[in-house]
């Protein structure tokens, strides 16, 4: 609806460097390539980011632990 054919997914972490493993994600997704991304540290700082703007939702709830040390 309104958004482009995906052509090609992107791939980081230990699965993208096992061929087999991306070619068994191919198939599943139709033939679709799947490429080991060039800058997986991207990757790495995009899930922080993601993991710090969880913690400031107001429906989470620390551990006790998570809450004396201000995670």
Not at 3 to 18: D, E, L, Q, W
Not at 49 to 55: E, T
């Amino acid at each position: 609806m309104g958004s482009s054919k995906v052509a090609r997914v992107y791939t980081a972490g230990g699965g993208a460097k096992n061929a087999k493993w991306s070619t068994i994600r191919s198939r599943a997704n139709g033939g679709i390539p799947v490429t080991a991304s060039e800058f997986a540290e991207a990757s790495y700082g995009s899930a922080l980011l993601a993991r710090m703007g969880h913690y400031e939702l107001p429906t989470y709830n620390c551990s006790e632990l998570e809450c004396l040390v201000g995670f």
